[in-house]
């Protein structure tokens, strides 16, 4: 059974930076999809997904060019750092992973993915 567990949230201004990591254990294939969503008021929407084949990435719109995306690979981890947060970046950042190596799979429907329990992220304006 893949567990994941999140940590890094917290409260930032505007402008500020923050960095999420990602720790999963459970995971029986080298073959996979790692990613953040965040909780929006009617779903949860990708934001970063990077994939353990090649550390190919998929970004929102709204993420590129200010978020990165990293995994290594030896601890079974994951970080994302995000930069120039606004306050519409509040929401609580989720990490999951899909038995699949394709980010836009993970990142655009999130479907058949494993989930930790998230972390809250609040930017103040």
């Known amino acids: 059974q893949v567990q994941l567990v999140e940590s890094g949230g917290g409260l930032v201004q505007a402008g500020g930076s923050l960095v999420l990591s990602c720790t999963a254990s459970g995971i029986t294939s080298e073959n996979y999809a790692m990613g953040w969503f965040r909780q929006a008021p009617n779903d949860r929407q990708g934001v970063a997904c990077i994939?353990?084949?090649?550390?190919?990435?998929f970004y929102s719109d709204s993420a590129k060019g200010r978020f990165t995306i990293s995994r290594d690979s030896a601890k079974n981890s994951m970080s994302l750092r995000m930069e120039s947060l606004n306050p519409s970046d509040s929401g609580i950042y989720y990490c999951?992973?899909?038995?699949?190596?394709?980010?836009?799979?993970?990142?655009?429907?999130?479907?058949?993915?494993?989930w930790g329990q998230g972390t809250q992220v609040t930017v103040s304006s």
């Open positions: 999951a992973v899909r038995l699949s190596p394709s980010t836009r799979t993970l990142c655009v429907r999130g479907s058949g993915a494993s």
């Open positions: 994939s353990s084949v090649d550390d190919s990435t």
